[in-house]
C-alpha cells in the first residue's frame, strides 16, 4: 500500500488546469476587452511552478524509498476494458520518470517565465500560454503514465500542441505548412507506435498492459516479435525524436515563436522518443538487433545533422539541427543499451539546449526579429548576459571538458567504444568536432567581429529580467549538470545511472581504465580542433560565403526535402487525382449511380397513383381491402 | 314514429313482444334504414342527404330498443337526432348552400357502381363472417338490461378511465373548433 | 335474428364506406362516415344483447362521444374551407400529388 499515492496526477492536471483557464479566459475575452497580458503571464506560470514542487516531493518521497522498490503508482480509474484488454488510466513515478518530470517542469517553468517576457505585446497572447500549459501538461501525462496507452494520450497531446504552437503565427502561410508538416510527419511515426502497441500486447499484453506487467512478461516474447515491435516503437520515436527518415519537421518547426523552439526541443517532444525508448529497454534490452538499428540511426542522423548544422544561416535552424544531431546521439546510446547515459544527455541537454534556445530568442528580441548570423556580429558589448549565458550553453553543447554536455556525452562515447562499437564511436567523436565548429561558428558569428548590419546593431539591448534571469539560472544547470553524474574517473560515483538503474535493463560493462580516457582524450581533441577550425575562419569578421559543390549541398540539406517531395508527396497526389479523376466516377460510381438512375425511373413510374386526392387514397384502402377479403373468404367455409 | 314509441315503450313494460311482431318492426326498421342511408349517398344537395342521415338515425334507434337497449335508445334520439345532426343542418343552413356552388359529380353514378363493385367482396366476406355466428333470438329482456342504472354501473365501475378520458377528448374539441372556426386576429 | 342485425349493420357500414369513397361533396362524405359510425354502433348493441353484457352500450356511447367531437370539428373545419375557396368540393386539396 505504500507505493499508492494520490497526488501523482496533480503533476500534468496543474498545467492542464492552467491550459483550461486561460483558454476560456481567452476565448470570452479576446473579441471584446482583454484582461492584461500580466494576469496571463502569471496564471500561466503558476500550473508549472506547482508542478515542479509536487515533482520535487515526489522525487525526495522516492528517495526516502529503499533503491529496489522505488516506485509510487496512483491508477485514477479503469479507463476501458475490453476482453484481456484492462486500460487503467493511472499514473507511475518511479526513478526515470520522476528525473524527466522534475527537468522537464522546471526547464519548462523557466520558459514559460521567460515567454511572458518574449510574447510581451504579441497578438494572442492568452492563447499561447493555454497551448503552451497543454503542451507541458501532455508531456507530463506521456511521462507519468503507468501504461503503453496512457504514455500514447500525452504523445498524440504533444503532437497536437507542436502542430498548434508551430502555426502559431497562422497568418502566414508558410508556418501554417511547418505545423503541417510536422503533424503530418508525427502521424507517420504515431502509426508505427500504434502498430509496436498492437503487437505488444498480441503478444504478451494479456496479463495487463502497463509497464509492471509487460515488464514481466517481457520474457515471453518471441525474439522475432521482439524485433517487430521494437522496430515500430522506434519508428514512433523517429517521427517524435526527429531520426532518420523522419527528421524534417524539426528545422521547419523553427516557423514558431523562439520559446516554443525551446520547448520542444528542450523539455517536452523530441526527448519523449529517447524516453520511450529507456521506458522499454526491459524489450530493447532483449533484442540486441534492434538495438543495433537504433544505434546506427541515432549516429548517422547525428552526423547528418551536424553536416546541415554546419552550412545553415538561421540561428534557430542551426540550433535545430545541433537538436536533430544531440537527439542522434541519445539514440545511439539507448541503442547500445547505455540507457541512463541517454537520459543522462536528455537531461543535460535539456538545460543547454533551453539555454540556447532562449538565449537566440533575446537575439532575436533584441534584433526585432532577425535571424540571420550574417546580419549579426559584435553583440558582445550589447548584451553581455546573454552572451555571458550562451557561451556557457555553447561549450556545453560542444563538449567542453567539465561542462555538462562534456560528461553525457563523453558517457555516451565511451559506452559505444566500452560495448565493442568502434564504427559509432569513431562517428561519434567526429560529430563531436563537428558540434564544436558549428556551435562557435554561431557564436562567433553573433557576438564576435564586427557587425554587419549597423543599424539593427545600434537598436540592439539586452532583454528585460524576466527573459535574463531564467538564462542565468539555465547557465548555472548547463554549467553545473554533469556533476549529477561524475564518472569515478573524476572522483564520482554516477549518481544519476544509480539512481535510473532500477527502471532499466542495463549493464555496465567493466572494461579498463584506459579505453575511458582514450574516449575522453578522442573528445577532447575533436572539440579543440572543431573550435579552433571555427575560431580561425569566424572570429574576426568573416563574411557570407557562396556555397559551392558539396558545401551548397549540405547548405540545401542534401536536397531531401526536395526528394521526399518528388518520391513520396507527389506519387501520392497523382495517384489521389488519378483516382478522383478516373476511378471514382468510372469505376466505383457507376453501379451506384445506375442504382440511383433505376430507383428514380421506378419512383416516376409510380408517381401517376399519387393523384393527390384524399378520396382516391381511400379508394386504394377499399381496394385493398377487398383483395384481402377475396383471399380470406377463401379459409371460411 | 311517434305513435311506434309509445307502443314500443308499453310492450317491453308489460315484459313480452310477440316475435313476429319483433320481426315485423326490424323488417320495417331496416328496410327504412337502408333507404335512408342511400338516400344520403344518392342525393346531390346535402340538406336532401342530411334528411336522409335523420331517417336512418331514427330508425336505428328504433332498432337499439329492439335489442333492448333502452338507454342507447334514448342517447341515439337525443344526442345524435336531436344534438348532432341538428347541427349538421344548422351548419348547412348557415352557409347558404345554393346548387351552384356544389361540386359538379358528374360521373357520380359511375363512381358509386364502381365504388359498389369494389366494396362488395368486402360485404360479402362480412357477411360469410357473421354467418358463422350461432344464431339467437332477441326477444326482449326485461329485467332492467340496458336501462340507465345498469348501464350507469358498467360505466362507471368498469370503464371510468376510458369514460374520464372521452372527456378530455371532447374538451380538447371543443378547444379546437373555437381554435379553428374563430375569428382570427389581424396581423 | 343476430345475423339479420349484423348484415344489416354490414350494409350500412358499406353504404357509408360508397358515399366516402364516390361522393365529392364534403358534408356528404362526412355524413357517410357518421353513418358508419351508426353502422358499428349497431353492431356493438347487437353483441350486447347477443352475450347479454352492457359492455357494448358503453362503448356506443362513447363512439356516439367521439361522433360529437368529430362533427364540431369537422363542421368548423368545412367552415373554414367554405370561406377560403367558397366551394365544398373535395377535390379542390390536391396538396399530396406526387
Not at chain 1, 561549450?395 to 562534456?406: K, N, Y
Request: some cysteine; aromatic content about 12%; charged content about 10%.
Amino acid at each position: 500500500m505504500e507505493h499508492i499515492n494520490t497526488y501523482i496526477g496533480l503533476v500534468p492536471l496543474f498545467p492542464l488546469i492552467g491550459a483550461l483557464v486561460l483558454g476560456l479566459m481567452h476565448m470570452l475575452t479576446c473579441k471584446t476587452d482583454k484582461y492584461p497580458d500580466k494576469l496571463y503571464g502569471i496564471i500561466a506560470c503558476i500550473g508549472p511552478i506547482l508542478a515542479f514542487c509536487v515533482s520535487l516531493i515526489l522525487f525526495f518521497k522516492l528517495r526516502g524509498m529503499p533503491a529496489d522498490s522505488r516506485y509510487l503508482i496512483h491508477d485514477v480509474f479503469t479507463w476501458f476494458a475490453v476482453g484481456d484488454l484492462h486500460v487503467t488510466m493511472g499514473f507511475l513515478a518511479d526513478p526515470l520518470s520522476s528525473l524527466m518530470i522534475l527537468f522537464v517542469t522546471f526547464i519548462g517553468s523557466l520558459i514559460h517565465i521567460y515567454s511572458a517576457g518574449y510574447m510581451a505585446g504579441e497578438e494572442n497572447f492568452g492563447k499561447y500560454f493555454a497551448y503552451l500549459n497543454l503542451f507541458l501538461g501532455s508531456m507530463l501525462i506521456l511521462v507519468l503514465g503507468s501504461g503503453p496507452v496512457v504514455m500514447f494520450v500525452g504523445w498524440e497531446g504533444v503532437g497536437l500542441c507542436s502542430y498548434l504552437l508551430i502555426s502559431f503565427y497562422c497568418k502566414d502561410t508558410d508556418n501554417v505548412l511547418a505545423g503541417n508538416k510536422a503533424f503530418i510527419v508525427n502521424r507517420i511515426g504515431d502509426l508505427g507506435f500504434v502498430l509496436g502497441m498492437s503487437f505488444l500486447f498480441w503478444a504478451i499484453g494479456s496479463g495487463g498492459f502497463d509497464y509492471h506487467s509487460l515488464r514481466e512478461n517481457a520474457h515471453h516474447l518471441a525474439p522475432s516479435v521482439g524485433l517487430i515491435v521494437c522496430l515500430l516503437l522506434f519508428v514512433g520515436a523517429c517521427g517524435k525524436s526527429a531520426q532518420i527518415p523522419l527528421f524534417v519537421w524539426l528545422p521547419d518547426a523553427m516557423a514558431g515563436p523562439t520559446p516554443v523552439s525551446a520547448l520542444i526541443h528542450a523539455a517536452t517532444m523530441v526527448t519523449a522518443g529517447v524516453y520511450m525508448v529507456a521506458r522499454f529497454s526491459f524489450i530493447y534490452a532483449h533484442v540486441p538487433t534492434a538495438g543495433t538499428i537504433i544505434a546506427w540511426v541515432g549516429i548517422l542522423t547525428a552526423l547528418l545533422a551536424a553536416f546541415f548544422g554546419m552550412f545553415q544561416k538561421d540561428i534557430k535552424k542551426i540550433l535545430a539541427y545541433s537538436t536533430v544531431s544531440q537527439l542522434g546521439y541519445m539514440f545511439a546510446a539507448v541503442g547500445i543499451t547505455a540507457y541512463s547515459a541517454g537520459i543522462f544527455h536528455v537531461f543535460t541537454h535539456a538545460f543547454f539546449k533551453a539555454l540556447l534556445f532562449l538565449g537566440a530568442g533575446s537575439v532575436i528580441y533584441a534584433l526585432h526579429h532577425q535571424q540571420d548570423v550574417w546580419k549579426m556580429g559584435g553583440l558582445k558589448e550589447k548584451m553581455p548576459t546573454t552572451y555571458k549565458t550562451m557561451m556557457i550553453g555553447a561549450l556545453a553543447l560542444a563538449g567542453c571538458p567539465l561542462f555538462s554536455g562534456f560528461f553525457s556525452k563523453d558517457e555516451i562515447l565511451f559506452s559505444a567504444l566500452a560495448t565493442g562499437h568502434t564504427g559509432i564511436w569513431a562517428i561519434g567523436v567526429l560529430v563531436a568536432g563537428m558540434t564544436a565548429y558549428y556551435t562557435f561558428r554561431m557564436i562567433f558569428l553573433v557576438f564576435h567581429g564586427k557587425p554587419r548590419d549597423q543599424k539593427a546593431f545600434d537598436h540592439a539591448h539586452e532583454p528585460p529580467a524576466v527573459m535574463t534571469v531564467p538564462l542565468i539560472i539555465l547557465a548555472i544547470g548547463a554549467a553545473f549538470a554533469g556533476v549529477l553524474n561524475l564518472p569515478s574517473l573524476f572522483g564520482g560515483s554516477l549518481a544519476v545511472s544509480h539512481w535510473l538503474a532500477p527502471s532499466l535493463v542495463e549493464h555496465h560493462p567493466h572494461v579498463s581504465v584506459w579505453i575511458e580516457i582514450t574516449a575522453i582524450l578522442a573528445s577532447v581533441i575533436a572539440f579543440a580542433i572543431g573550435i579552433t577550425i571555427a575560431y580561425k575562419k569566424f572570429a574576426d569578421g568573416a563574411v557570407e560565403p557562396e556555397f559551392s559543390g558539396f558545401a551548397k549541398w549540405g547548405a540545401n540539406k542534401f536536397y531531401i526535402d526536395e526528394l521526399y517531395n518528388c518520391v513520396i508527396v507527389q506519387p501520392y497526389k497523382t495517384t489521389g487525382s488519378l483516382i478522383s479523376a478516373f476511378i471514382e466516377p468510372k469505376v466505383t460510381d457507376l453501379p451506384i449511380k445506375f442504382f440511383t438512375w433505376l430507383y428514380k425511373k421506378l419512383g416516376a413510374s409510380f408517381k401517376v397513383f399519387q393523384v393527390g386526392y384524399v378520396r382516391v387514397y381511400a379508394i386504394y384502402m377499399v381496394i385493398g381491402l377487398s383483395l384481402m377479403s377475396l383471399f380470406l373468404s377463401q379459409t371460411i367455409n | 314514429m311517434k305513435l311506434l314509441v309509445p307502443f314500443l315503450k308499453k310492450t317491453i313494460r308489460k315484459g313480452a313482444l310477440d316475435i313476429m311482431v319483433a320481426e315485423w318492426l326490424f323488417t320495417a326498421f331496416s328496410i327504412v334504414a337502408v333507404l335512408g342511408s342511400a338516400g344520403l349517398v344518392l342525393s346531390r344537395h346535402p340538406m336532401n342527404g342530411a334528411m336522409s342521415l335523420i331517417i336512418t338515425i331514427i330508425s336505428l334507434a328504433g332498432l337499439y330498443a329492439l335489442l333492448s337497449a333502452k338507454l342507447i335508445f334514448a342517447l341515439q334520439l337525443i344526442v345524435y337526432a336531436g344534438a348532432i345532426m341538428s347541427l349538421m343542418l344548422f351548419i348547412i343552413m348557415f352557409l347558404n348552400i345554393q346548387i351552384k356552388d356544389l361540386p359538379e359529380e358528374k360521373g357520380r353514378f359511375l363512381y358509386l357502381i364502381g365504388g359498389a363493385v369494389l366494396i362488395s367482396p368486402f360485404a360479402a366476406f362480412l357477411i360469410k363472417v357473421v354467418k358463422t355466428l350461432p344464431e339467437s333470438q332477441t326477444t326482449i329482456i326485461g329485467n332492467g338490461f340496458g336501462g340507465v342504472n345498469e348501464v350507469g354501473l358498467v360505466l362507471f365501475q368498469e370503464w371510468l378511465l376510458p369514460f374520464e378520458i372521452i372527456s378530455i377528448l371532447l374538451l380538447v374539441a371543443l378547444l379546437g373548433a373555437v381554435v379553428l372556426a374563430g375569428k382570427r386576429r389581424l396581423k | 335474428m343476430i345475423q339479420d342485425y349484423l348484415i344489416l349493420s354490414i350494409i350500412l357500414f358499406c353504404i357509408g364506406m360508397l358515399g366516402v369513397i364516390s361522393r365529392r361533396n364534403v358534408f356528404t362524405v362526412f355524413m357517410s362516415i357518421e353513418l358508419m359510425l351508426n353502422a358499428a354502433n349497431l353492431a356493438f348493441v347487437t353483441f350486447a344483447r347477443l352475450h347479454e353484457s352492457m359492455d357494448g352500450h358503453v362503448l356506443a356511447m362513447m363512439v356516439m362521444a367521439v361522433a360529437a367531437a368529430e362533427a364540431a370539428l369537422v363542421l368548423a373545419v368545412i367552415i373554414l374551407i367554405n370561406k377560403h375557396k367558397g366551394k365544398l368540393d373535395t377535390n379542390i386539396f390536391s396538396l399530396l400529388k406526387g
